[in-house]
């Protein structure tokens, strides 16, 4: 299939490679494309110049957000959350409209050191996953795998035998389905895909980050996630 | 140990039998201890009338607020976390001063209809766990447990043996230590045992609630927890 990515950063990268990986074709959305492949320098991520990885992933294209979102049959958000509205404006609803929109972003507020906090105008009562397909509504947005780092995301088998969860919000049950088969080709276990009900369930794993944040601050490795017990 | 709990729902009735059970001498704190015992309704939590609980939990003694945080050596705030700094203040600062104050409770706002929402003055950039410090400085707040059903918080192999996690967070390593040799009573495992740091970091367990509220109300039972994959 053809999947427009919202972003270059790490999570963007993560899935670009994934996907090209099993067959896909991958465009990248950025906000100018004469300045991404100019950097030189490594981000504050410590993600490497995006040209220096777009020379080892020949098959990805790099374009305009509206470019990729224009391109992609499915659109995945994998920009930072307190940009991703933006983000989606320059894709253009028009590039968006029918399509299903995966939602991996959380609204992170690093104004107030670290860790981050949530946004606020996007938290406790909306979430960013609800304020997206407010903004859309000929949108199918589905959140999900925002629980966890972006290396889990696309290889849950890297820990505990694949053996723990991730969930799904969104209010298209078509839409959900398209997701947990791309889920399933990551390597997804059927049982640990948890659909949580419409997108306003999207508070709950938003709300998440926090504990995950303390967590990570602990372990230090975004290699863990979190399994149920019952 | 003599033990103080604030609070007489279902959370504070379940540790009261719990400690009773493990031979601690337990009181339990309420506004106002006629109308408590005046009460002949089933709560809107499901609980029969509390002087039908007392009948079979004779060695439980109920008093005021004041009167069961001076009687404890250590406090547990097992109050409705709206309701919380108004029953410590009822409590006290001069019953509380000193004491390890295990603090359960989270900030949950009913008012937007369910699931509830958090407390928007005690969530996100604080904690209620932060701000009974802040106002208590010279308690040892410890927050722990807030992240599951109480029948659970005092019985962890009830699932999974017990093969779950539970957080703690506080400024005082010493009466984290305390409150862990209470968890080991209850058969909580050292190695599930998370120690997120200093009382900010609460954050994290209390903003946890939103999902495990959306997990609830798949699951029909509160006899669930998370683990961590790793």
């Not at 300045?35 to 992933?57: C, I, Q, R």
Request: proline share 4%.
């Amino acid at each position: 299939m053809k999947i427009g990515i919202l972003g270059t950063g790490n999570v963007g990268r993560t899935f670009a490679e994934k996907l090209s990986g099993l067959g896909h074709e991958v465009t990248l959305g950025t906000r100018n494309v004469a300045d991404k492949l100019a950097e030189t320098t490594t981000d504050y991520m410590g993600n490497p110049p995006f040209s220096d990885w777009l020379k080892v992933n020949g098959s990805t294209r790099l374009g305009t957000f509206a470019e990729a979102a224009a391109f992609g049959e499915i659109i995945i958000n994998a920009t930072n959350g307190a940009g991703s509205l933006a983000a989606l404006e320059a894709a253009g609803g028009k590039n968006l409209a029918g399509k299903v929109l995966i939602d991996l972003a959380n609204p992170l507020d690093h104004s107030h050191g670290m860790p981050p906090t949530l946004i606020s105008d996007l938290s406790n009562t909306t979430s960013l996953g609800e304020v997206i397909q407010e903004t859309y509504p000929d949108v199918k947005v589905v959140k999900t795998l925002n629980t966890m780092w972006c290396g889990l995301m696309v290889n849950p088998a890297m820990i505990a035998g694949g053996n723990h969860v991730n969930f799904l919000s969104g209010n298209d049950n078509e839409a959900k389905q398209t997701v947990k088969n791309f889920l399933y080709q990551f390597g997804w276990k059927e049982d640990r895909l948890i659909d949580l009900g419409d997108i306003t369930s999207a508070r709950g794993p938003e709300a998440y980050l926090p504990l995950w944040l303390r967590v990570w601050g602990l372990k230090k490795t975004g290699a863990f996630n979190i399994n149920l017990a019952e």
